[in-house]
């Protein structure tokens, strides 16, 4: 049994693999961009309870790598 595959998750994905400092910054922007299209389609095409969950945790996911480069920055 293999992964759903949502629309969203492979620039979501991509954000996570990103080593780069700066381009994380934009990989994390275009992943939240898509989620936020997503959401925003849910009305007229809801997904399952379980994209919806992933959706959450991806944008917790991110922020926390946002979080991490704040402070990073910090203590440079």
Sequence with gaps: ???TRYGWREVY???LRESD????IARI??????LE????????TP???AELKAIQKAIS???GLLKE????????
Excluded: F, H, I, N
């Design 47 to 49: 997904g399952t309870p």
């Design 69 to 76: 480069r704040e402070a990073s920055r910090r203590v440079s």
């Design 61 to 63: 996911d991110l922020q």
């Design 37 to 44: 299209r997503r959401y925003a389609e849910w009305g007229t």
């Design 13 to 15: 994905v991509a954000a």
């Design 29 to 34: 922007k275009k992943a939240t961009t898509a």
């Design 21 to 24: 400092p700066e381009e994380r």
């Design 1 to 3: 049994m293999g992964r």
